[in-house]
């Protein structure tokens, strides 16, 4: 079965970028017991990084790049930001290890916007946030095989993700 729009699509893969030194470094693999899987059209993933999959085939190997704009972006300094440390706060105080550096804290924006930020340093009176994708600034350098592609349930279209094995459990 070819990867097209509504296929729930099985991969394994090694995921690289380059260090300091312009060598590629694995950061992330989807093994066969540990599979990333995905309605295609509705991962939420980059577009291009769909795209690069679109009509291949179970048991088709796949090696593809992603420049920059075509992943997560380049990194913004603007999304790196100052709040004072009682934002932090759940009942009067800041809990403990909340606030260590690398840390990602789940938070909203002023409109209600669900947000990943992650602890850049920790200062007496405020934090620095950084709002970028971990990946921001990046090129991407994906490797690996379509493990199997599927015809997504009407149910699973409907709530727009995987039920079943690999996929969300209701």
Do not use: C, W
């Not at 590629?24 to 693999?29: A, D, R, S, W």
């Not at 980059?46 to 920059?68: A, I, M, V």
Request: glycine share 10%.
């Amino acid at each position: 079965m070819k990867i097209e729009q509504n296929k729930v699509v099985t991969l394994t893969y090694e995921l690289r970028i380059l260090d300091e030194n312009n060598e590629q470094n694995l950061i992330e693999t989807a093994t066969e017991e540990q599979p990333m899987v995905f309605i295609y059209g509705m991962s939420g993933l980059p577009e291009q990084f769909e795209e690069s999959l679109q009509g291949l085939n179970t048991g088709d190997n796949f090696d593809f790049k992603l420049d920059t704009e075509d992943g997560y972006g380049e990194y913004n300094e603007e999304a790196v930001v100052e709040l004072p440390i009682n934002v932090f706060e759940v009942d009067g105080s800041v809990p403990n290890d909340m606030l260590e550096e690398g840390n990602y804290i789940p938070m909203a924006d002023s409109e209600g916007n669900q947000l990943q930020g992650r602890v850049h340093e920790v200062g007496e009176e405020t934090v620095t946030m950084d709002f970028n994708h971990p990946l921001a600034g990046k090129q991407l350098f994906f490797k690996g095989k379509v493990q199997d592609v599927r015809d997504a349930t009407k149910e699973e279209i409907d709530h727009g993700h995987v039920h079943g094995e690999g996929g969300h459990q209701h």
